[in-house]
């Protein structure tokens, strides 16, 4: 089946710095999604994603579907975007998530 | 905004017992979805049901797990006889298209002792 990396797997940032997760995907797919799990366990969704580029607020999110791989760019931290963050591809009608990203943002 | 809700949000329950798991699907969605996640792991896939039935499954939906669309609202997901490596999270999700984006409700714990 399709693999799905992320990186990096944990990452600690400062309240106010910036930061780049990457996804890569071992085969092409029809769509990507990135979600955000919340302390509680809550899948949060983030983008849909397919190809190009979109902004929501501080975040926004690149696929390249050629090269197969997605950035997420979460500017101006905050201890709220602590959480894991899964991306999550599609292939004959299945999602594959990542690994995931733990990000914690301290104060 | 339409969301997806799921019921038990946490259930305890013994080995060798049956669990069913309730999911109120966004009421205009086709799609609808499976997900378990072992605790510290990634999500993993379980099934898919589309026209009142399986469209896809993984290896892990094997003979111990059914689902079912009952009423037109309700799509449920039971474990036959729960083992103790059942002990997971379970997401329900939706979709508008075949592979479209998914909503995910809350999640139903599952603890099996």
């Known amino acids: 089946g399709i693999q799905v990396e992320q990186s990096p797997p944990d990452l600690i940032l400062q309240e106010g710095a910036n930061s780049t997760l990457r996804c890569n995907f071992s085969d092409s797919v029809n769509n990507l999604q990135w979600f955000h799990q919340n302390p509680w366990g809550q899948l949060i969704n983030l983008f849909y994603?397919?190809?190009g580029t979109k902004q929501n607020g501080r975040l926004s999110a690149t696929t390249v579907a050629t090269e197969r791989y997605s950035l997420l760019y979460i500017s101006s931290s905050q201890t709220t975007d602590s959480g894991v963050y899964f991306c999550a591809v599609e292939t004959g009608n299945q999602f594959y998530f990542g690994t995931g990203t733990s990000l914690t943002v301290i104060p | 905004e339409p969301e997806v809700t799921q019921t038990p949000s946490h259930q305890v329950t013994q080995m060798g017992q049956e669990v069913i798991l309730r999911c109120v699907p966004i009421s205009n969605h086709l799609y609808f979805y499976w997900y378990r996640q072992i605790l510290g792991q990634k999500v993993e896939f379980l099934v898919s049901?589309?026209?009142?039935?399986?469209?896809?499954k993984s290896e892990i939906f094997d003979d111990q797990f059914s689902v079912e669309r009952p009423d037109g609202s309700n799509f449920t997901l039971k474990i036959r006889s729960t083992k103790l490596e059942d002990s997971a999270m379970y997401f329900c999700?939706?979709?508008?298209?075949?592979?479209?984006?998914?909503?995910f409700g809350e999640g139903s714990r599952l603890t099996v002792l």
């Open positions: 999700a939706s979709s508008w298209l075949a592979a479209g984006e998914l909503f």
């Open positions: 994603i397919p190809s």
């Open positions: 049901f589309y026209n009142n039935e399986i469209s896809e």
